[in-house]
């Protein structure tokens, strides 16, 4: 079955980047997104890949998928303390009706 | 932006009841999804559903769980006869297709069963 990996914690310096790690079991994901969670609201898209692509870049977020490894990466350049919150790998597979598949999300803190 | 609203943000029901939470998905959007998140733990695919019935649903949505479209514009998810386990945030998502149309969600509503 699907199951969705992610580190708990990550802690940078406000201007640095940041880099949350996700890895995934299904070999027949087609899609992975990120969302964000912030104190109190909902689960924000931030970004999603094809699982054809290698990388994809919107802004400051530069999405990696290594699929041999089964591994996904959400890098955010010139991390501000607005980036502060919980981090969510997604997974969706082609044979389900959108059903995705979460890690437990890492916690971003971000330091002035 | 168009949104995925809630109500209520917060419920508090005793052990046994019947509770129905409320989500408007966005307007053009023909798949709806409800999830939940038990403090502490992962976010957990429930139900979901597409042309007035359900796709999918997990081993968790047994026979106490019912969603259903009643107008065009709600989906609701009733719990028919609450349990202490059934305390968490439950999030519903409406998508305009599968695959490569993104799921969008709402801010949740937090249940809290005594």
């Known amino acids: 079955g699907e199951d969705v990996e992610q580190s708990l914690f990550l802690s940078v310096r406000e201007g640095d980047s940041s880099v949350i790690n996700c890895t995934y079991t299904?070999?027949?994901?087609?899609?992975l997104y990120w969302y964000k969670q912030e104190p109190g609201a909902g689960l924000q898209l931030l970004t999603y890949?094809?699982?054809?692509?290698d990388m994809k870049q919107d802004q400051r977020l530069t999405v990696l998928l290594n699929k041999k490894d089964k591994h996904l990466s959400l890098r955010i350049a010139d991390t501000q303390t607005g980036d502060s919150a919980i981090y969510f790998c997604?997974?969706?597979?082609?044979?389900?009706?959108?059903?995705?598949?979460f890690g437990q999300g890492t916690i971003l803190t971000v330091h002035p | 932006e168009p949104e995925v609203t809630q109500t209520p943000s917060h419920q508090v029901t005793q052990m046994g009841q019947e509770v129905i939470l409320r989500c408007v998905p966005i307007?053009?959007?023909?798949?709806f999804y409800w999830y939940r998140q038990i403090l502490g733990q992962k976010v957990e695919f429930l139900v979901s559903?597409?042309?007035?019935?359900?796709?999918?649903k997990s081993e968790i949505f047994d026979d106490q769980f019912s969603v259903e479209r009643p107008d065009g514009s709600n989906f609701t998810l009733k719990i028919r006869s609450t349990k202490l386990e059934d305390s968490a945030m439950y999030f519903c998502?409406?998508?305009?297709?599968?695959?490569?149309?993104?799921?969008?969600f709402g801010d949740g509503t937090r249940l809290s069963i005594l």
């Open positions: 998502a409406s998508s305009e297709g599968i695959g490569n149309q993104p799921q969008h």
């Open positions: 307007s053009n959007h023909l798949y």
């Open positions: 997604a997974e969706s597979v082609g044979t389900s009706y959108g059903k995705l598949t």
């Open positions: 299904d070999s027949s994901s087609t899609y």
């Open positions: 890949i094809f699982s054809n692509m």
């Open positions: 559903f597409y042309n007035n019935e359900i796709s999918e």
